[in-house]
């Protein structure tokens, strides 16, 4: 009687509670699984996004190096140059005085 109606309510109450349980259980997979997507989704976007960064980084980084190697070589060119024409204008003037030096004394020779 009253012990059969009681476990007969204790199993339905239970059994409501097991549904109740797996349809929260199913959700909270279903929510998992949505948001785990959305992170991975996201991760790969990114991932790509830094990737492009990275060669685009790595390109620009090379592009600036071939820029200051030329730059280089354009400033050791021009110090070469500079520093033949002073080398060269040292020698004329040396040449100048010199000479004029020695025309002085043939000019003071012939008075």
């Known amino acids: ?3 059969e109606l009681h476990y007969s309510n204790q199993e339905i109450q239970l059994r409501k509670k097991a549904d ?5 259980l199913q959700k ?3 929510q998992s699984q949505d948001l785990h997507s959305l992170v991975r ?3 790969n976007s ?7 960064h990275r ?3 790595s ?3 090379a592009e600036r190096q071939a820029d200051l190697q030329a ?4 400033t050791g060119t021009f110090t070469e140059l500079l520093s033949s024409e002073l080398h060269a204008r040292d020698s004329d003037l040396a040449n100048y005085f010199f000479n004029s030096g020695r025309d002085e004394k043939d000019t003071s020779v012939k008075k």
Do not use: M, P, Y
Not at 46 to 52: M, R
Not at 71 to 74: E, L, M, P
């Open 55 to 57: 060669q685009s980084d």
């Open 1 to 3: 009687g009253a012990w």
């Open 46 to 52: 990114l991932e790509s996004v830094l990737e492009t």
């Open 71 to 74: 730059q280089c070589k354009n």
């Open 41 to 43: 989704t996201a991760t």
């Open 59 to 61: 390109r620009k980084t």
């Open 20 to 24: 109740k349980n797996k349809e929260l």
């Open 28 to 30: 909270h997979q279903s």
